[in-house]
């Protein structure tokens, strides 16, 4: 078969010629060895001894003085800030009909043209603020172009699509009144999407809706763009601001039974209090309990109604 090299099996010995020179020193006496060519490791460097005499005071350089505008801005909260700067943004128009017209054409410009819908967008919020009457014929063309771009892709512009109806409201309020059944829609579908922004713009929105609009309107809005809604999302919306109107409102007026208005409130909030979602029923059980409370008030006697609010009724 031909010679077999010699190795360490082969001699029974833990150390053959081809070991390395250090291991075969290792595995001889047992303890490792120190390379024969490795240097000697350098002393460290000697270290100065620290001298005791106290450390010299260094003195901050204050900053400059504050200017009357500084201290103003420094003054007012951000959100007041904001609101000035809209303010300022948003001035009258020297001519408003020429600038509706052409606020059309913005609108309805290439979808991809962002900046032009967000120029007339917020060429509306000042027509709003300072130029009703010009809005008034073409209200309803106007609120169809916003819900337009409320539904944009990009949010950007649907956030300034939001925050023209909200000024539109909040401006117009009883005039919106025709108007709000459409625009409360695509607004509580905004309000249900995972977007922070778009959520926070779309609840902006609709509170602005029920503190300015006609409660009869608005109520009638709710119920008919989210009372039976597919996504719980907006469902839970609805109950939201449903609930929130009840306080503008007052239970007194809710109850008192006139027309439909009282039907129609205790047969949506009773289907609201037993919706399969959690939080939709939170806000109609709230709902409930100052129905009970108010009802409680106006019919319990009143020796019965102390001792209740006393705490003394006992099993």
């Known amino acids: 078969m031909g010679e077999i090299a010699t190795s360490s099996l082969g001699s029974l010995s833990s150390v053959d010629m081809n070991t390395p020179a250090e291991l075969r020193d290792y595995l001889d006496v047992g303890t490792p060895v120190k390379s024969r060519d490795s240097p000697p490791r350098p002393a460290p460097p000697p270290t100065k001894p620290r001298s005791k005499l106290p450390r010299p005071i260094r003195f901050l350089s204050l900053p400059k003085a504050a200017t009357g505008s500084d201290k103003k801005a420094a003054s007012e909260p951000k959100g007041q800030i904001k609101k000035s700067q809209d303010q300022a943004r948003l001035q009258p128009l020297s001519n408003p009909e020429q600038a509706l017209t052409k606020t059309f054409k913005l609108l309805h410009s290439a979808s991809d043209d962002w900046e032009k819908k967000i120029e007339g967008l917020t060429s509306l919020r000042v027509m709003a603020q300072n130029h009703m ?4 014929p073409k209200l309803h063309d106007i609120c169809l172009a916003i819900i337009n771009e409320v539904k944009n892709l990009r949010s950007a512009v649907s956030c300034a699509a939001m925050a023209t109806l909200g000024d539109m409201y909040v401006h117009l309020q009883r005039a919106m009144d025709s108007e709000v059944e459409g625009t409360a829609r695509v607004l509580l579908h905004k309000a249900s999407e995972a977007n922070t922004f778009i959520r926070q713009g779309a609840n902006c929105a609709l509170g602005h809706m029920v503190q300015s609009c006609t409660p009869t309107h608005v109520m009638n809005a709710l119920l008919v763009g989210g ?8 469902r839970s919306c609805t109950a939201q601001y449903l609930e929130r109107l009840a306080e503008v409102m007052g239970m007194a007026r809710l109850l ?10 205790l047969i949506a909030v009773s289907k609201l209090a037993v919706d399969p979602a959690q939080e939709v029923r939170h806000h109609g059980r709230n709902i409930l309990r100052n129905v009970a409370t108010k009802m409680w008030d106006k019919f319990a006697p009143r020796k019965e109604a102390r001792i209740l609010e006393e705490g003394h009724l006992k099993g």
């Open 227 to 234: 009372l039976s809604h597919r996504n719980a999302a907006v």
């Open 133 to 136: 009457d010009i809005l008034m």
């Open 256 to 265: 008192s039974g006139k027309k439909d208005l009282t039907d129609r409130f």
